[in-house]
T-cell receptor
Framework: DGGITQSPKYLFRKEGQNVTLSCEQNLNHDAMYWYRQDPGQGLRLIYYSQIVNDFQKGDIAEGYSVSREKKESFPLTVTSAQKNPTAFYLC????????????FGDGTRLSIL | AQKITQTQPGMFVQEKEAVTLDCTYDTSDPSYGLFWYKQPSSGEMIFLIYQGSYDQQNATEGRYSLNFQKARKSANLVISASQLGDSAMYFCAMRGRFGAQKLVFGQGTRLTINP
């Protein structure tokens, strides 16, 4: 079955540590996205990528970094510069054209130790 | 800038009743799309329905329909014959012509279906 796989499901970060969240898709989608969701809130865009080796900042990119070396993969690194990283992180992908919806992974819940 | 407003933080409905979840939007793009997603307590986002700004008819998908009133900038989700499994968070989102396919989300509405 085609879909988006996020790992790990739960992640704990120590102070001053960088952590990387994985996102892999086998839907052959061109565009991929990372969102952050805080409790009781909607989703906010961190980064997005429309093609390989290219990505753009979203609304809350500070303290995060991404790469897009392969079409299937769009990992997100939460750096030590992100002072409030505790949140639910969702990865999505879309064909990149028209009214096609974004498909989401199951999310990674990041907490601070 | 694009903005989505969902004014109902929570709604409680009896099973088998119809329910309307409100969504208003603001954009200067002449071409845009509106989406509704469902988020159960497990966290995944499930796509429900899409409406394009130039679509002449309101979108329908099974028990879901979108009441699109362009002049009022509203895109309300209607769920007919609600079921216990409909209990979840519901998010309205908008994609504009500019800014690729990225979505702007509302704050969500928590729907609870009572037996």
């Amino acid at each position: 079955d085609g879909g988006i796989t996020q790992s790990p499901k739960y992640l704990f970060r120590k102070e001053g540590q960088n952590v990387t969240l994985s996102c892999e898709q086998n839907l052959n989608h061109d565009a991929m996205y990372w969102y952050r969701q805080d409790p009781g809130q909607g989703l906010r865009l961190i980064y997005y990528s429309q093609i390989v080796n290219d990505f753009q900042k979203g609304d809350i990119a500070e303290g995060y970094s991404v790469s897009r070396e392969k079409k299937e993969s769009f990992p997100l690194t939460v750096t030590s510069a992100q002072k409030n990283p505790t949140a639910f992180y969702l990865c999505a992908s879309s064909p990149g054209t028209g009214g096609q919806p974004q498909h989401f992974g199951d999310g990674t819940r990041l907490s601070i130790l | 800038a694009q903005k989505i407003t969902q004014t109902q933080p929570g709604m409680f409905v009896q099973e088998k009743e119809a329910v309307t979840l409100d969504c208003t939007y603001d954009t200067s793009d002449p071409s845009y799309g509106l989406f509704w997603y469902k988020q159960p307590s497990s966290g995944e986002m499930i796509f429900l329905i899409y409406q394009g700004s130039y679509d002449q008819q309101n979108a329908t998908e099974g028990r879901y329909s979108l009441n699109f009133q362009k002049a009022r900038k509203s895109a309300n989700l209607v769920i007919s014959a609600s079921q216990l499994g409909d209990s979840a968070m519901y998010f309205c989102a908008m994609r504009g012509r500019f800014g690729a396919q990225k979505l702007v989300f509302g704050q969500g509405t928590r729907l609870t279906i009572n037996p």
